[in-house]
């Protein structure tokens, strides 16, 4: 039976040229090897399996080799090169840091850098996981590694740069290593399969590059394991099978089925998706990956973030067009506040289906709304119920037709400058296929809405008189006090004050604005709000406009009176007038109160 390689060892890269996805590093080695730069100690730092310790057996050899060629890759066909491929060669030594971390060790290593090299130039030490060494032995390495002899380099190679002490990196060049692109190990798998006559998805490869997660020997180590159990043909279903992965078109029949708002199938489907055996959680962050992908399809700018084969980038592209932009951005904020609370919920199931319930009714309560602009004086409509209350049949259904937009204000007639003017309402954008701009809002479900502007910041943000136009003042009318009074009132953020002040009714007469109110309470919420008086003697230009509140008893409705605290003499005298003889009482035996 003959012995079987695996592919991390097989094709393991022999040049420069060869390795994938580290170009950053291997042009900068091969310009220090033509530039006759090349320093005495390097540091190789970065995630695992990306080519570190390849990139530092390539250097050494390279070095040695005495027939370099004109791109400096080694020629192996000299002697050094040939020792080198036959783990013969005695300049090259290497040491694994996780298992020899002691000062013996490095003492010992110390120890050889004495001797010089019998083949070649130089003598290369490569230290693997150098992180691991103790703190004495770092200290036992300092003199040796920023004065070494002339033939000496070091190579030190770690996965965990935070941990090496300042003494030694402030010694090293380093060069840090970066994940592999998915796309980078799947041309890489596609490479090998030619080369092994395997027949192989591309969407198969993708999946296997993706669980790799940036690590070629991890992806190889599973394509192995793939090319183990399916022979000579690798398909899509095997694949996600094997790894445990959801298949993609779970996440496109849910898609569809929230733009149709289908419960009923989206239960269904996830319950499928329980049966075999997938978790909950890798549900939410697999469907939040799919949404990911569909709002990154609605900018061509941002395609290349798409990381799924030519035929999937066709389906994301097709789904895209018919979901709105508002729909994947409260979609994604519900599924990460559902993922956030997944392990505090005692019912997983329960936890994740009422997400998927939300998610459903979402085009039932998003809207893009447009901020009035400062010239405009039009109430701001309220904003959406929120998703986190469950759906009930009273909500209605968003209407057909695309020009009617629920809890927009309709067009009114306002004084401008004397003469009256038609004030459009603002049509946002469709729901079919909002936009979301800087003029815009989301307003949604469970997202989490940005402060209600307040009066004196939309009608007066440019309060600088200097500047400020007479064009854009208001002429000091009752209509349109009452108009921008209940603009306020609407925009107060404390929903308390905004309750007890909701209902007034300002009469203007001269430059006074009149207020009855029912109780002191409400007198003084109303005093308290001092921007409001500000913003109105902003917007008419009049800064002698003055606030007068009068408590008033309400029709209807009992004032409330506030009992008066008394003191003893008081409580005294009222014992007085309501039993006269008490009076005569004392009176008669001379009773004295002590305050007199």
Not at 8 to 26: L, M, N
Not at 293 to 312: A, F, I, R, W
Not at 542 to 555: A, C, F, G, V
Request: proline fraction near 6%; charged fraction near 25%.
């Amino acid at each position: 039976m003959s012995q079987f390689v695996v592919s991390a060892r097989k094709y393991r890269p022999a040049r420069f040229e060869d390795v994938v996805g580290q170009e950053h590093i291997t042009q900068t080695l091969k310009n220090a090897l033509r530039n006759g730069q090349l320093a005495h100690a390097f540091l190789f730092c970065g995630p695992r399996g990306v080519g570190k310790t390849t990139c530092a057996r390539i250097l050494a050899k390279v070095i040695n080799c005495t027939q370099v060629s004109e791109d400096f890759e080694a020629c192996n066909t000299c002697p050094s090169c040939k020792a080198f491929n036959e783990n013969a060669s005695f300049n090259i030594i290497e040491l694994d840091a996780a298992s020899n971390n002691s000062v013996e060790n490095i003492r010992s290593l110390i120890d050889q850098v004495r001797f010089q090299p019998q083949q070649g130039k130089y003598k290369v030490f490569i230290i693997d996981e150098v992180h691991m060494l103790s703190a004495q032995a770092f200290n036992a390495f300092l003199k040796t590694l920023e004065e070494p002899p002339p033939y000496a380099i070091f190579i030190l190679a770690t996965t965990e740069k935070h941990k090496i002490i300042p003494t030694i990196l402030s010694r090293c060049q380093i060069f840090d290593f970066k994940r592999i692109q998915v796309p980078e190990i799947a041309a890489h798998l596609e490479q090998i399969c030619q080369r092994e006559s395997i027949q192989a998805d591309p969407e198969a490869l993708h999946i296997i590059a993706q669980k790799a997660d940036g690590a070629l020997r991890d992806a190889l180590s599973i394509f192995d394991r793939m090319a183990t159990s399916a022979g000579k043909r690798i398909d899509y279903d095997h694949v996600i099978q094997n790894l445990n992965v959801l298949d993609y078109d779970y996440f496109f029949k849910i898609t569809d089925y929230l733009l149709i708002e289908d419960l009923s199938s989206v239960l269904l489907t996830f319950d499928d998706i329980l049966r075999k055996g997938f978790e909950p959680d890798l549900f939410l962050n697999g469907f939040a990956e799919h949404l990911r992908n569909l709002l990154v399809c609605k900018d061509p700018e941002t395609l290349s973030l798409l990381e799924v084969g030519q035929s999937l980038r066709e389906r994301y592209a097709r789904q895209a067009i018919l979901t709105p932009a508002s729909l994947l951005l409260t979609a994604l904020n519900l599924i990460n506040e559902c993922d956030v609370n997944y392990k505090l919920a005692r019912n997983k199931r329960l936890h994740t289906e009422l997400c998927l319930i939300k998610l459903v009714y979402i085009l039932r309560v998003v809207e893009t709304t447009p901020f009035a602009p400062a010239s405009e004086e039009k109430k701001k409509p309220e904003p959406n119920p929120a998703l986190n209350d469950p759906p009930t049949p009273l909500v209605a259904p968003v209407p057909s037709d695309e020009n009617h937009y629920p809890d927009i204000p309709a067009p009114q007639k306002k004084e401008i400058n004397g003469s009256k003017a038609e004030q459009p309402a603002s049509e946002p954008p469709a729901p079919s296929n909002p936009t979301i701009g800087s003029d815009q809002q989301v307003w949604g479900a469970s997202a989490h809405l940005s402060a209600t502007p307040r009066l004196d910041q939309i009608y007066s943000h440019d309060l600088d008189s200097n500047t400020k136009k007479t064009a854009d003042l208001l002429p000091l009318s009752q209509e349109n006090l009452t108009m921008l009074w209940d603009t306020y009132i609407e925009n107060i953020a404390q929903e308390t004050t905004r309750n007890l002040l909701h209902g007034l009714h300002p009469l203007l007469q001269g430059e006074q604005v009149l207020v009855q109110v029912t109780s002191a309470l409400i007198e003084n919420a109303l005093k308290e709000e001092r921007p409001l008086m500000t913003a109105l003697r902003d917007r008419f230009g009049k800064q002698d406009l003055t606030l007068n509140i009068t408590i008033k008893r309400s029709e209807g409705h009992s004032a409330v009176k506030i009992p008066k605290i008394l003191g003893n003499k008081e409580k005294l005298m009222n014992m007085y007038e309501r039993n006269p003889a008490v009076k005569i009482l004392a009176e008669r035996f001379n009773l004295r109160f002590d305050g007199e």
